[in-house]
């Protein structure tokens, strides 16, 4: 469990670890696998429809040509002399690092726009962005790590669009979850580490004033599902031990709420993500496998179970029909709709699906020497194919 008490990384752990986070790839990076001659297309345009027999034990099958050439067309120009790495991406809008030769900033790209700087870094060697996300509207959060190892500190911001000027929110030096801030009507909402092993999840106005305390224990980042605020807690108070889904309402006083039955009764999970609507989460240490449970069905079920697919398996996201997650390898996306599973990214590449958009990033080249280019590339996830139908279907 990512909370607090994680141990001290050297800084080229580090660099590993935030691959997923943060690089756009860390090793040289070959062309997607070709799509293998499969059955035709069978996929159910709504998930929420598709029976979920359909989901239990996915197949692995070829990326489509049509999905290829989408993430070619959506591939993102970034400024000449920087090199950019994929953060975060969302309806409309990607959050990346641009790195020149003296400088480092946080950038947010609004559709194919030129980026907007929101914040030049202080230090363009230690300090990385880490997380962010935008309303659409006005307002970003965005996190900064002022180090290299993972319990470094870290400074929490927030951007206002109509001004273009950003403010420090709060800062972290003590042990925590890594912050995954979330920005909704107005309001900016994130966890830290507060001593004693624990994190308190915060609430403060994205315009100004106080900070107010929502919930403390030993617990992971919070992540929306719906009305939700969502995060894994350990209910013995020993990290990684006993852990349960907890939750606040976002409407109102954000007060506790209750969570859908099947979820409730969760124990143990990782890597939870929801829209909610659909929950997919990885269940499992010796055998590791992706479970999907969406409003209405009995009961979660083993979607993806076969290695290399679930070997490391983390960092899911989920947007629409697609969960996509990255293992120490590449990345994958799961079709909901059809009950099939693809690799989406070169080795070591990073993919994302939020908020109708899907972002993969990956290396062209070895990034550790010259002549390498990262490569950035987001599409209307609702626009792509179907992925083709598992034969046995």
Known sequence: MGTSGRARRTGSTVVLLLTGALLAGCSSAGPVPEPTTGPPTGRVTDPASAPASLLAGACEVGLPDAWRSALRKGELR????EGAVLTDTGPGWTAVQLT???????????????????????????????????????????????GRTLDSPWS?????????????????????????????????????????????????PAGGGAAR???????????????LLVWRESGSGSAGSGTRLAAVSLTGAASPAALPGPLAALRDLRSVVSDGTTWAWVEGETAPRLMVWRAGDARPVAAVTTSPAVDGMD????????????????????????????????AYGYAQARGGALAVAYSVGNPKTAGSRPVIQVVDADRLPGLAACGRR
């Open 315 to 346: 960092q899911l996201r989920i947007s629409g029909r697609l969960v996509t997650w990255r293992t120490p390898e590449t990345s994958y996306a799961l079709d909901l709709g059809s009950g099939s599973y693809a690799r989406i990214t070169p």
């Open 156 to 204: 929490l911001y927030v951007w206002d669009a109509t001004t273009g000027k950003a403010r420090r929110l709060a800062r972290a030096d003590r042990p925590g979850p890594l912050p995954q801030p979330v920005v909704r009507a107005g309001t900016v909402h994130w966890a830290q580490g507060v001593g004693g092993g624990r994190a308190t999840v915060y609430a403060a």
């Open 213 to 227: 305390a929502l919930h403390t224990g030993v617990m992971d980042a919070p992540f929306v599902a719906g009305d």
């Open 100 to 146: 020149g030769a003296k400088h480092r900033r946080a950038a947010l790209m609004l559709g194919r726009g030129a980026p907007r700087t929101l914040l030049t870094l202080a230090d363009p060697v230690e300090h990385q962005l880490l997380a962010a996300d935008f309303d659409g509207r006005r307002w970003a959060a965005f996190a900064v790590l002022e």
């Open 78 to 81: 970034t400024p000449a002399g």
